[in-house]
């Protein structure tokens, strides 16, 4: 089932074909030998990505799922709660928190920046946090966090670090097993989903709690939740054959196919490919004069917010790419018509995004925009094949 359309938004990504044949098998029990064969080796390729010795989660939901499983099983009713936000999606850890009665207070940063990391010790020396949320990259911006600079200050603090992966994992490392710093100094949890750097449709959440985060769980009684209680769930990730809800058996076949994926290009290699794919995409669009929202140094390998060269209309743009067979995404809140969203991460090939920067340029001189789309391409495999 080839795909007729470049899907470069920040997620769904582009599926490729054995990811689609694998979605497409015979649908079987979720008990037959076959399929727990099956999701057992989808958790043993998640363990070994997230390098955890704890236990991870994979279900039916999506990200938001997936955020609300960290959040309830770590933090109670009442408890302290510190979100670190660097835009929409680190914002709505916030919501999040209030909903089931936690305690939440913030640091955030201006739009396209980094948090300030002085303003977030100074927080956490108030005392009393029981853990801290990081939105790895925020997909509203294209800013990517510093775990190296976060991690170790949180930890200081005694805190649980909470990791959003969505759309970082498996194009970024979050490895569960690196000490920053101190053995004691590593990340507690990461949450995610299907749908972006893992290259499979949306329809999963996934969730990795270190020992220390399943002791956190482990110290409250009684939980504000059923579905998302992962007290619920342990007895089926150590022994897929069993039951507690009806796993999305399709999705679970084409999650495996996806990990599999993942695993065979090697995680230092993916992280190399996005760094450079991240890194290509942003230079060859400045040859257009479309800067990024983030600079360089805080820029994500996996999405860019592009920002319009004055008198380009969004919607305009938008749909002449669409018209093309390219979707990219709007940008989001207050950038709202002033960018657009460009994902580049998962399966994606250098070829697609040859392709792509020579849409944008054709599409801007569509529009009575100067853009040279040779100099553009040329930038673009420079960066990317230099690397
Ligand atoms: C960083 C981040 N966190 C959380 C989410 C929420 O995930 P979902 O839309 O799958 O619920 C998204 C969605 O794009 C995201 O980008």
Redesign the pocket.
Known sequence: MPNKEMLLI??PTPVVDEIYEALASETRAHTDPRFVEIFKNGLKLTREMFNTDGEVFVFGG??????EMAIVNTVAPGEKLLVISHGY??D?FIQLAKAFGIEVETVQSEWGKHVDPAEVEAKLAAGGFKAVTV??????TGVMSNLEVLVPIVKKAGALFIL?????TAAVEENMGKEYGHPDYKIDVVLT?S??AIGVP?GL?IVAFSPKALAARESMAKIPAYYCDIYNWLPIMQNPGKYYATPPVNMLYAYEQGMKIVMAEGLEKRYQRHAALGKAVRTALAVYGMKALADEEVAAPTLSCILYPEGIDDAAFRKALAEKGMIVAGALASLAGKAFRIGHMGNVTEEMFIKAITLVGETLKEMNYQADVEAAVAEFKKVYQGQ
């Open positions: 920040p997620g999506s990200g938001t799922l997936a955020m999606f680190g709505r939105t790895h990259v925020d997909t509203s959003d992966g969505v759309c970082a989903g749908q972006k949306p959440g």
